[in-house]
């Protein structure tokens, strides 16, 4: 079996840990909350949009139309993606992002749409942030923050490898945390 420099291990363990603290304290509390329904809360406004012509499902035309709204607001894009959902027999436009949901729907009058700008309040941020709504540099840090727990669980393994008295209770504690996971999966 390869041999780490134990040294070595203990310092580049506390170093990601430390490092990535802020981040995966973000997750974790995101996450735990979510799971009870705590989701964080939105400002929402919203307005009647007179169209010039009736409400279509294409993408291209609504994005189009959310933006030029959102400018004449001096409110920037959402940092999501924008979708065309359906909804029942109908449709609507969603464009959400970590900061700003927006959303245009149909009325009864095909010329009136209703135009829906949720902005985020901090807990929400978070919760958005986690549900990998933010742009590029969030993603990429959330990347980071997967690699560096997967390194987090192989150093303290291996320096429990390392060290034949803690073998059997690391080896029952992994055993233990599969079966659980797998019971959890299957009563879910």
């Not at 802020?22 to 329904?37: E, K």
């Not at 429990?160 to 008295?165: M, R, S, T, V």
Request: glycine fraction near 6%.
């Amino acid at each position: 079996m390869i041999q780490f420099n134990r040294v070595f291990l203990v310092k580049l363990h506390m170093a990601l840990a430390a490092f990535i603290l802020p981040v995966a304290l973000m997750f974790f509390i995101t996450g735990a909350l979510y799971t009870w329904g705590e989701k964080g809360s939105y400002q929402i406004e919203s307005y009647q949009l007179q169209l010039k012509q009736p409400m279509q499902r294409d993408k291209a035309w609504l994005t189009e139309i959310v933006t030029h709204e959102l400018s004449k607001r001096d409110i920037e894009i959402p940092s999501g993606a924008a979708k065309v959902k359906p909804a029942g027999n109908s449709f609507y436009f969603e464009w959400t992002g970590a900061q700003l949901d927006v959303s245009l729907d149909p009325t009864g009058n095909p010329f009136v749409a209703k135009l829906q700008i949720k902005k985020t309040h901090w807990h929400r941020l978070f919760v958005q942030l986690h549900k990998a709504k933010g742009g590029k540099a969030f993603k990429v840090y959330a990347a980071f923050l997967a690699v560096c727990l997967v390194i987090l669980f192989m150093t303290g393994f291996t320096m429990a490898w390392q060290i034949k008295k803690y073998r059997p209770l690391l080896l029952s504690s992994s055993l233990m945390g599969a079966v659980l996971f797998v019971v959890m999966v299957s009563v879910s």
